[in-house]
């Protein structure tokens, strides 16, 4: 019977790769850890623990140093605004935070419009976003909105869901700066380091609205009206139609339907701001 012996072989050689990689997925699964958003609430598997996320955004915003040396401003006035939103918005972040962040600036003087932050806290802001922020509240829009993004690990949960997690962790066990240009952008990219790297992982739609639900909680906690965020995204809108959308934009399209989630949104963070900041009416 020999059509018979040679099915017996071809069956499981056929069936070989879908076994390795349903055993690549359940070892993923096995190794992963849940990780509950102490804002929102939402349960994420991510592919890193916070102690591998914390070393590897510390490498790449040594990595965005060397790169930008030179153009790192320490002192002026757009680094006092810059440092003086990060303070407040680092406070706010901190009140749920199940892992504390040792939060860092960096101001890079730039016609880019762009911001940043790499998992562990470390922000980077180009001061061509300054004048598209528009004011001190605009600015606390885009850089809440970021640091929501590293203070609910996206950058582990998206990597999770990744094949390049082997690069990764090879990268967790030896140091990025020994790895290959190409392979270093890839991590660089993954980890959100701005539209310069690329976005090797683009945040997913529920991270972006995660992170604008998040970011709208930081900013009205830090004192900041919660109303100014759907003003700045119709600014961005209004970038977008002119053609000259800001770097910022190119991983965070603006779209209507942010500025509806952010209506509805608003009475649970003017509930914060009034919590936090209890004013008088005016009179
Ligand atoms: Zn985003």
């Known amino acids: 019977m020999p059509v018979k012996l040679e099915r017996k072989h071809a069956f499981p050689l056929a069936l070989a790769p879908i076994l390795l990689a349903l055993v690549f997925v359940l070892f993923k699964l096995y190794t992963a850890s849940k990780v509950?958003?102490?804002?929102?609430?939402?349960?994420?598997?991510?592919?890193?623990?916070?102690?591998?996320?914390?070393?590897?955004?510390?490498e790449?915003?040594?990595?965005?140093?060397?790169?930008?040396?030179?153009?790192?401003?320490q002192s002026g006035p757009d680094?006092?605004?810059?440092?003086?939103?990060?303070?407040?918005?680092?406070?706010?972040a901190a009140e749920k935070a199940v892992v504390q962040y040792n939060w860092e600036?960096?101001?890079?003087?730039?016609?880019?419009?762009?911001a940043f932050c790499l998992p562990g806290g470390k922000i980077v802001v180009y001061t061509g976003i300054i004048p598209i922020a528009k004011n001190e509240a605009g600015l606390a829009t885009v850089l809440g909105h970021e640091m929501a993004h590293a203070t609910s690990r996206h950058s582990a949960e998206r990597l999770f869901r990744s094949q390049i997690v082997q690069t990764i962790l090879g990268g967790v066990q030896g140091?990025?700066?020994?790895?290959?240009?190409?392979?270093?952008?890839?991590?660089?990219?993954?980890?959100?380091?701005?539209?310069?790297?690329?976005?090797?992982?683009?945040?997913?739609?529920?991270?972006?609205?995660?992170?604008?639900?998040?970011?709208?909680?930081?900013?009205?906690?830090?004192g900041y009206d919660p109303r100014e965020a759907v003003a700045f995204w119709q600014r961005m809108d209004e970038q977008l139609g002119k053609?000259?959308?800001?770097?910022?934009?190119?991983?965070?399209?603006s779209h209507n339907t942010r500025i509806g989630q952010l209506q509805t949104w608003m009475p649970e963070a003017q509930k914060e701001y009034n919590q936090h900041h209890n004013r008088a009416p005016a009179a």
């Open 60 to 73: 790449a915003y040594a990595q965005v140093k060397r790169d930008e040396a030179g153009k790192i401003i």
């Open 36 to 58: 509950t958003n102490p804002e929102t609430g939402r349960v994420a598997r991510v592919a890193l623990s916070p102690e591998q996320e914390q070393r590897l955004g510390l």
């Open 243 to 253: 053609g000259s959308p800001p770097a910022f934009l190119s991983d965070h399209p």
């Open 105 to 114: 600036v960096s101001v890079i003087q730039s016609h880019e419009k762009n």
């Open 79 to 92: 680094v006092d605004l810059v440092k003086r939103v990060t303070t407040r918005l680092a406070r706010a």
């Open 175 to 222: 140091s990025m700066m020994d790895m290959d240009p190409a392979q270093r952008q890839t991590i660089m990219g993954a980890l959100g380091a701005g539209a310069k790297y690329g976005a090797t992982l683009p945040f997913s739609r529920k991270q972006e609205s995660e992170a604008d639900h998040i970011g709208l909680l930081y900013m009205a906690r830090a």
